[in-house]
Antibody, heavy 120, light 108 residues
Framework: QVTLRESGPALVKPTQTLTLTCTFSGFSLSTNGMCVSWIRQPPGKALEWLALIDWDDDKYYNTSLKTRLTISRDTSENQVVLTMTNMDPVDTATYFC????????????WGQGALVTVSS | EVVLTQSPATLSLSPGERATLSCRASQSISIFLAWYRQKPGQAPRLLISDASNRATGIPARFSGSGSGTDFTLTISSLEPEDFAIYYCQQRSTWPFLTFGGGTKVEIK
């Protein structure tokens, strides 16, 4: 059974760095074709893809946010970490992690999401 | 970047009616398109992959069609749980994914 769970602070101040952890089970990120992505959704708005890390430890970022994002993995702990620097109130959103399979167009497995509010 | 435009923004229908949702890509994406349903406070749920393949456990009232730049999600007869927001997503530009702006299906 595949599960993913996001964890991190619910509130951050402007200019601070956000660190979110995705803890997953039921698959290995070392398996060919397996990837984990971060996707966010501001309240009442659409989904936005942020970053992806693949089975080969290659990393990819949304071009408009690339300078602020870092994605990394701890394969032994089955965790993927996303850091986003210089947080702003417009970054207030629910942050989802999801498992992505290279061989499948759609995303079958999502975490439940973590709401992060940016406010002083 | 591939931009996905969904229409209409809101669809007002009654239970039992047919819903037709559109997703248009700014460039050809072949059949690399998926559809999701999202209920309030939940993560999106995959409905359709590869433009027309229903995901496991998805009822037959959901169907997808299209290729290239124009795609359609059809719900043949709306059930109460179908009143939600629907998103399309492309992965033609792997690994850079993009989502559409969403269509809200509301009760008339």
């Amino acid at each position: 059974q595949v599960t993913l769970r996001e964890s991190g602070p619910a509130l951050v101040k402007p200019t601070q760095t956000l660190t979110l952890t995705c803890t997953f089970s039921g698959f290995s990120l070392s398996t060919n074709g397996m990837c984990v992505s971060w996707i966010r959704q501001p309240p009442g708005k659409a989904l936005e893809w942020l970053a992806l890390i693949d089975w080969d430890d290659d990393k990819y970022y949304n071009t408009s946010l690339k300078t602020r994002l870092t994605i990394s993995r701890d394969t032994s702990e089955n965790q993927v970490v996303l850091t986003m620097t210089n947080m702003d109130p417009v970054d207030t959103a629910t942050y989802f992690c999801a498992r992505i399979d290279l061989h499948t167009v759609g995303i079958h497995y999502w975490g439940q999401g973590a709401l992060v509010t940016v406010s002083s | 970047e591939v931009v996905l435009t969904q229409s209409p923004a809101t669809l007002s229908l009654s239970p039992g009616e047919r819903a037709t949702l559109s997703c248009r890509a700014s460039q050809s994406i072949s059949i690399f398109l998926a559809w999701y349903r999202q209920k309030p406070g939940q993560a999106p749920r995959l409905l359709i992959s590869d433009a027309s393949n229903r995901a496991t456990g998805i009822p037959a009232r959901f169907s997808g069609s299209g290729s290239g730049t124009d795609f359609t999600l059809t719900i043949s007869s709306l059930e109460p749980e179908d009143f939600a927001i629907y998103y399309c997503q492309q992965r033609s530009t792997w690994p850079f994914l993009t989502f559409g702006g969403g269509t809200k299906v509301e009760i008339k």
